[in-house]
T-cell receptor, first 113, second 111 residues
Framework: GDSVTQMEGPVTLSEEAFLTINCTYT??????LFWYVQYPGEGLQLLLK?????DKGSNKGFEATYRKETTSFHLEKGSVQVSDSAVYFC????????????FGQGTRLTINP | DAGVIQSPRHEVTEMGQEVTLRCKPI?????LFWYRQTMMRGLELLIY????????DSGMPEDRFSAKMPNASFSTLKIQPSEPRDSAVYFC?????????FGPGTRLTVL
């Protein structure tokens, strides 16, 4: 079945460090890929997305590139801030299938000043 | 648009009581999803609707849980009777063409 596997957390970094959160997927069709972020006490918000191979999604300094050959969608940011502390979820949806997101387990990120 | 609206934001009840959670999706969205989030089990999809019709309720944990969507602008998730293990944050989300928009959640505590 379709699935998403994320890097195990929690991840703790210092401010201005480089961030990578790994995400790989398995899909029977052609998925669109998403990163959602959940700040403490809030619902999930869409951070970025990519709908086809080699697309790069970007937002708020975060980037992720849809790599079909490695079935990956790793999240990166060049210089993290304390305000980036949150839980990050990788997810996919099949373009031709049911309109439900398949989520990874989430990665908790803490940025220390 | 105000986004997805959920009520109440917090609910504290005693075991055995009925609990009803409410959701108003974004106008024009044709899919509505109910999720549950706990530390132990993470984010779980309970049920989702398309054009007010339930499509997949395989995530509903047991018969104590039920969900309805009487019209395009309102859905409820009911737990009867509630149990302490139902304590969680319940999220509603709506979508149109893939991207889901989440509500702020209802934090349920069953004593």
């Amino acid at each position: 079945g379709d699935s998403v596997t994320q890097m195990e957390g929690p991840v703790t970094l210092s401010e201005e460090a480089f961030l990578t959160i790994n995400c790989t997927y398995t899909a029977t069709g052609y998925p669109s890929l998403f990163w959602y972020v959940q700040y403490p006490g809030e619902g999930l918000q869409l951070l970025l997305k990519a709908t086809k191979a080699d697309d790069k999604g970007s937002n708020k300094g975060f980037e992720a590139t849809y790599r079909k050959e490695t079935t990956s969608f790793h999240l990166e940011k060049g210089s993290v801030q304390v305000s980036d502390s949150a839980v990050y979820f990788c997810a996919l949806i099949l373009i031709q299938g049911a309109q439900k997101l398949v989520f990874g387990q989430g990665t908790r990120l803490t940025i220390n000043p | 648009d105000a986004g997805v609206i959920q009520s109440p934001r917090h609910e504290v009840t005693e075991m055995g009581q009925e609990v009803t959670l409410r959701c108003k999706p974004i106008s024009g969205h044709d899919y509505l999803f109910w999720y549950r989030q706990t530390m132990m089990r993470g984010l779980e999809l309970l049920i989702y609707f398309n054009n007010n019709v339930p499509i997949d309720d395989s995530g509903m944990p047991e018969d104590r849980f039920s969900a309805k969507m009487p019209n395009a602008s309102f859905s409820t998730l009911k737990i009867q009777p509630s149990e302490p293990r139902d304590s969680a944050v319940y999220f509603c989300a709506s979508s149109f063409r893939g991207e889901q928009f989440f509500g702020p959640g209802t934090r349920l505590t069953v004593l």
